[in-house]
T-cell receptor, first 111, second 112 residues
């Protein structure tokens, strides 16, 4: 069964550094999403992406965040200058309809 | 303002018994409702969904019931197994914005 993959599984970075989280969505999917889950809290929507542009973003997704689909297969989330409160699990998801398929997540630890 | 509410943060059930997880929502325009299961340090995995035009959907041990007038849905797992121990998220699909609205989750523990 096709699946969404994410790399790395765990990223440790220092505050102020840039990180890029990578996702490979399912190949025939059209809509792509990033979510995050801070430890012990709910899953939070960050951004949705369709037709090579952001279709919606939450208030969490400020100017420090950006997304790209550089080559038609990868879907990346960049955080320009990480803060301690960016430490969370970041999940990528893709879909053709209402059913979103999630990747295994990247655990980001900002020290 | 939470549009999807799971009021029970945790639930403990004996193996073999029924688990009932509840979810309430506020927006009558949601198109689909979905249940996701999540193990620690893993991504949510889709479990079962129900269209807003249905009142029941069954898949093996899992059944979802939708009561539109009460804006309430529930997930029944019967019989419950220890491997069902996980966090269960209720999500509502907003077709206009193509977005899932998530509840806070209910942690289910099935005891042997």
């Amino acid at each position: 069964e096709p699946e969404v993959t994410q790399t790395p599984s765990h990223q440790v970075t220092q505050m102020g550094q840039e990180v890029i989280l990578r996702c490979v969505p399912i190949s025939n999917h059209l809509y792509f999403y990033w979510y995050r889950q801070i430890l012990g809290q709910k899953v939070e929507f960050l951004v949705s992406f369709y037709n090579n542009e952001i279709s919606e973003k939450s208030e969490i997704f400020d100017d420090q965040f950006s997304v790209e689909r550089p080559d038609g297969s990868n879907f990346t989330l960049k955080i320009r200058s990480t803060k301690l409160e960016d430490s969370a699990m970041y999940f990528c998801a893709s879909t053709r309809d209402s059913h979103q398929y999630f990747g295994p997540g990247t655990r980001l630890t900002v020290t | 303002d939470q549009q999807v509410k799971q009021n029970s943060p945790s639930l403990s059930v004996q193996e073999g018994r029924i688990s009932i997880l509840n979810c309430d929502y506020t927006n009558s325009m949601f198109d689909y409702f979905l249940w996701y299961k999540k193990y620690p340090a893993e991504g949510p995995t889709f479990l079962i969904s129900i269209s807003s035009i249905k009142d029941k959907n069954e898949d093996g041990r899992f059944t979802v019931f939708l009561n539109k007038s009460a804006k309430h849905l529930s997930l029944h797992i019967v019989p419950s197994q220890p491997g069902d121990s996980a966090v269960y998220f209720c999500a509502a699909y907003d077709g206009n914005n193509r977005k899932l609205i998530w509840g806070l989750g209910t942690s289910l523990a099935v005891n042997p």
